[in-house]
């Protein structure tokens, strides 16, 4: 009797940061500065540290899934919708952030 074993490769899922500052900060702590981020990478990311970067979009972030330090002092985060998976996160500074003007006016 004859077992053979078959190996499936699946295509590495990509990952998509649009915020350019967010990206460059990621590729840099990953020491990946070309090629497409995907899953696997992120999951390598353990601690970021974006200090006054100018971000303002965090999408692309919640497939860090095993992130335990991040660093967002001092941004423009454009809204507080915050990937929500990261249940590892210890540490997060969002200290002297600034929020980008709303269009909200009174009167």
Known sequence: MVLTSFT???PAQ???IPDPSLNAVVRATLQKPNGPLTQSDMLGLTN???IFRNTTNLQGLEAAQLLVS???Q???IAGLDFPT???RLEFL???EHR???SSYQTG
């Open 14 to 16: 990509e990952v998509s």
């Open 48 to 50: 970021l540290s974006a």
């Open 99 to 101: 929020f980008p003007h």
């Open 93 to 95: 500074e969002l200290g």
């Open 70 to 72: 991040l660093n967002l």
């Open 74 to 76: 001092d941004n423009r």
């Open 85 to 87: 998976n990261l249940i």
């Open 8 to 10: 499936v490769s699946l």
